[in-house]
C-alpha cells in the first residue's frame, strides 16, 4: 500500500505546483496586458467554462475506464498546457489556455480523489485529508517558489514551462503503482448503487453547497490575495506572495490533521468551526494595515477552509445511494463551480467596489458555510 499512496500523493503534491505556479503569475499577467480587474475577471472565467465541460466528461470516463489512464491523460495535458499558458501573447490566448488549464486539472482532480476512495476501502480507514495536504504542500511550495521566481524576473514562459517538465519527469514515478478500480467497481455492482449524475438526496447536496462556499474562498484567496498584498501600499517587509504563502502553509497543517480530526469530532461540528474560521480569518486580513496581522489573518482562513473538500469528498465516497466516482464528480462539479466562478466574480466586484470591499464576500461565505452546516447537516450519511 505505501507504493500506491506514494504515487497518489505525487499526484496530489503536483497539481498544487501547476496551480500556484499559475496564480503567482496572475499580476504579471494583468501589468503586462494591461488589464482592469473587470477585465481580468472576464479572462479568468476560462477556468469555470474549462471545468464545467470537463467534470461531468471525468465522472463518466471513470466510470468506462481506470482512473490511472485519466490521471495519466490529465498529466499529459498539462505538459503541454503549462507553456502555452506561460506563453499567452494578449487576452484571448490567455482565456484559451486558462480553458485548457481548468479541463486538465479538474479531468485530474476527480481521477486522483477517486483513486483514495478506492485505496480508502482497502485499507477501511478515512486518509483523504492527507491527500489534500499534499496538495496544498504544492500550492505552498508553488507559491514560494514562484515569489522567488518573480524577484528574479524570469519570463513566464520560461517559468511555466519548467514545470511542465517536472510534470513530465513525474511520470516513470506514479503511473505504474496508481490502484486498478475493478474493487471499486465490483462492490459498486454488487450493492445496485445508483449512477445519476445529479440525484444526490439532500444530505449530500448540502454538503455540496458548503463544499461551494469553501471552494469559492479558497479560489478567491489563490487568485486575488496575492494582488491584494501587491497594491497594499503599507506591505513592505515582505514579497507580496507572503499572504497566499501562508494560507497555503495554513492549508497544509489544517489537513495534516484532519484525518485524525475528523475520528474526534463530528463532520457538522468541524464544518460550522470551519465557516467561523473563514469569516474570522478574512475579517482580520481585510480590517487591518498592519502585514503580521494581515498573514495571521490569512493563517486562520487557511485552517478553515483546508478540511472541508477532504471531508466532503471522504464523505461522498461513503454514499450507500450513488457510486462513489459518480457522488465525487457530483459534488466536485458544484464544488469547483465557486472554486472557478468565484474569483471571476470578484473581479468584476472589484471594479465597482474596490478590491478590499469585494472580498468581504468571502466573509459571508464563512457564515453561511457556517450555519448550513449546524442547522442543515445531520450526523447521518445518506
Not at 486518509?127 to 507559491?143: E, T
Request: proline residues 3%; positive net charge; glycine residues 8%.
Amino acid at each position: 500500500m505505501f507504493k500506491n499512496r506514494a504515487s497518489i500523493s505525487l499526484l496530489f503534491f503536483l497539481c498544487g505546483i501547476n496551480f500556484a505556479s499559475w496564480a503567482t503569475r496572475i499580476p504579471d499577467f494583468k501589468e503586462k496586458l494591461h488589464l482592469t480587474d473587470s477585465e481580468l475577471g472576464t479572462i479568468l472565467l476560462g477556468l469555470p467554462i474549462g471545468s464545467l465541460i470537463s467534470l461531468p466528461l471525468a465522472g463518466w470516463l471513470i466510470t468506462k475506464y481506470e482512473s490511472k489512464w485519466i490521471c495519466l491523460t490529465a498529466i499529459v495535458m498539462y505538459i503541454f498546457i503549462m507553456p502555452i499558458l506561460g506563453y499567452s501573447p494578449n487576452s484571448f490566448g490567455l482565456f484559451i489556455a486558462l480553458f485548457l488549464f481548468g479541463m486538465a486539472g479538474d479531468i485530474l482532480n476527480i481521477a486522483m480523489n477517486t483513486q483514495v476512495v478506492t485505496l480508502e476501502k482497502s485499507m477501511n480507514k478515512t486518509i483523504m485529508s492527507s491527500f489534500h495536504a499534499l496538495f496544498s504542500l504544492g500550492l505552498m511550495l508553488g507559491a514560494l517558489s514562484g515569489g522567488i521566481i518573480l524577484n528574479y524576473k524570469v519570463s513566464s514562459f520560461n517559468h511555466l514551462l519548467v514545470i511542465g517538465g517536472l510534470n513530465f519527469l513525474s511520470i516513470p514515478f506514479f503511473l505504474s503503482n496508481l490502484l486498478p478500480d475493478h474493487f471499486k467497481k465490483n462492490n459498486e455492482s454488487q450493492e445496485g448503487k445508483k449512477k445519476s449524475f445529479f440525484d444526490l438526496g439532500p444530505h449530500l447536496f448540502t454538503l455540496s453547497f458548503i463544499a461551494f462556499c469553501g471552494m469559492l474562498c479558497e479560489g478567491a484567496m489563490a487568485d486575488w490575495i496575492t494582488l491584494y498584498f501587491k497594491e497594499s501600499t503599507f506591505i513592505s517587509t515582505f514579497p507580496t506572495t507572503i499572504g497566499f504563502t501562508s494560507f497555503a502553509l495554513s492549508m497544509v497543517i489544517g489537513r495534516s490533521m484532519g484525518d485524525y480530526v475528523a475520528k474526534l469530532f463530528s463532520i457538522k461540528n468541524i464544518l460550522t468551526l470551519n465557516g467561523i474560521l473563514i469569516s474570522l480569518g478574512l475579517l482580520i486580513t481585510l480590517m487591518t494595515t498592519n502585514e503580521y496581522i494581515m498573514i495571521i489573518g490569512c493563517l486562520i482562513a487557511g485552517i478553515g477552509i483546508s478540511t472541508i473538500i477532504p471531508i466532503i469528498y471522504s464523505e461522498a465516497g461513503k454514499s450507500k445511494n450513488i457510486s462513489p466516482s459518480v457522488a465525487i464528480a457530483s459534488v466536485s462539479t458544484i464544488a469547483y463551480v465557486g472554486f472557478l466562478v468565484g474569483p471571476v466574480f470578484i473581479g468584476y466586484l472589484s471594479d465597482y467596489l474596490g478590491l478590499n470591499k469585494a472580498l468581504y464576500l468571502l466573509v459571508f461565505l464563512g457564515i453561511i458555510a457556517s450555519l448550513l452546516s449546524k442547522f442543515k447537516l445531520t450526523d447521518q450519511e445518506n
